[in-house]
């Protein structure tokens, strides 16, 4: 559909590091691989599919800041709120960090309910329940 996202890549400081965490999370988002190689994988819902890519070691001596210039988060949608709750549970659980525990789950207001963290490279992921 014209206008739709296609996909999105990232490179990624420890690509299998990265497997993990993403390949897990994107999984209970209804996620698919799609691709993999020596250096990349791709995960794929729909038409649309995330890439992930093993930066090279010539720029990996200035780390990704999300508050800089670039990609700042990525937001997903869950059917339920019950969704974001077990997430919820299973991200800590995996000792994954919670931004904004203090205000979870209304960190985005009181009327948004989402959970917001970090991935292993510290680029913040939101999974908001409509």
Known sequence: MQGSLHHVELYVRDLE??????GW?????GYS??????????????ETYLVFVQTEARFLDL??????????????????????DELTAELKT??????YADRHPHAGGEDYYA?????????????VAD
């Open 17 to 22: 590091v990265s497997k993990a965490f993403w």
């Open 25 to 29: 999370l994107l999984a209970r988002l």
């Open 33 to 46: 691989e799609y691709q993999s190689w020596d250096f990349g994988i791709s995960y794929i819902l729909g």
């Open 63 to 84: 780390p990704y800041h999300r508050c800089r210039s670039g990609l700042n988060h990525l937001a997903f949608h869950a059917d339920t709120r019950g969704f974001v």
């Open 94 to 99: 995996r000792g994954v960090n919670i931004l």
């Open 115 to 127: 959970v917001f963290f970090e991935d292993p490279d510290r680029m913040k992921v939101e999974i």
